[in-house]
């Protein structure tokens, strides 16, 4: 029953995209600063609710051509930092068997097996060599 409330509810609404989630990731962050106090906690106190209010008013609105463009323009903007987070992730899973570098010509990030000693590297987008030990 609530389960089929939901869906009515959400309906033709915009719902939770990915800005969606980073002001609702935002949100919690200025909650928990809040917990500090004094006048530092009250402005994160009154910026945490307005991203929350902005959040689900961003969820709820029928509007969602509008919302959509909003979300992109918010993908666009941050490819690159989500790129390098992905990046980070990457490297971090696979720090036993590979050693990663960056190209320094075009900033590429390059993936060499560990421990083959110094080794030149060639980057597979520009072609440009560089050596490095891995
Ligand atoms: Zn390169």
Redesign the pocket.
Known sequence: MIRRFLYNFFQGRNGFDNLARFTWILTIVFLLLSFFGGIFGFIMQTLALLLLVYTWWRVCSRNVYKRSQENSRYLTRTAGIRMKFRDLKTRYAQRREYKFFT?P??H?LLRVPKGKGKITIT?R??G?RFSGKT
């Open positions: 190209c010509t075009c590429t980057c987008k520009c440009n």
